[in-house]
């Protein structure tokens, strides 16, 4: 019952009803991680997206080859990482690790998604529309940013 509260305060699953978000929850897989263990690298090829229920990571992205890797945010509990694996094919755009002993996350694979989508037309409608909200507003800051020396 606590991840069914965490996932209705989770902005890319809002509109979602209980059994719709039930639904997701029966294709999520917990994953259990050490402090500093790192959950994926930057470049590599995604197939996942992950919700964090308990703990916390670090968001950290190398700009240049050759260039260390430098923190970006961190990320805590009912929040959200790695969601553009649902969208398409790509490679990851930061390396993400776990900053706290016993961080929890649930793990929500592409395949799995597409495949709940085709059986639940509507959850993939409005999780598709809610990450299109999402990454639209990501990516105006990022605009609004580019002036600004980093």
Do not use: W
């Amino acid at each position: 019952m606590a991840l069914l509260n965490l996932l209705k305060a989770v902005g890319i699953f809002n509109g979602l009803t209980d059994e719709q978000l039930q639904s997701v929850i029966d294709i999520s897989q917990e994953e259990i991680y050490d402090d500093e263990q790192v959950i994926f690298r930057q470049d590599t090829d995604g197939d996942k997206m992950y919700l964090i229920r308990e703990g916390q990571v670090e968001i950290r992205i190398r700009r240049r080859p050759h260039e260390p890797e430098r923190s970006q945010v961190f990320l805590g509990r009912g929040q959200v990482f790695g969601e553009m694996a649902l969208l398409d094919l790509g490679k990851r755009s930061a390396t993400v690790k776990s900053c706290r002993d016993r961080t929890v996350l649930h793990a929500i694979s592409r395949d799995d998604f597409t495949e709940l989508c085709s059986s639940d037309t509507a959850i993939g409608y409005i999780v598709m529309r809610n990450l299109a909200l999402e990454l639209s507003f990501k990516l105006r800051h990022r605009n609004l940013d580019l002036g600004v020396d980093s």
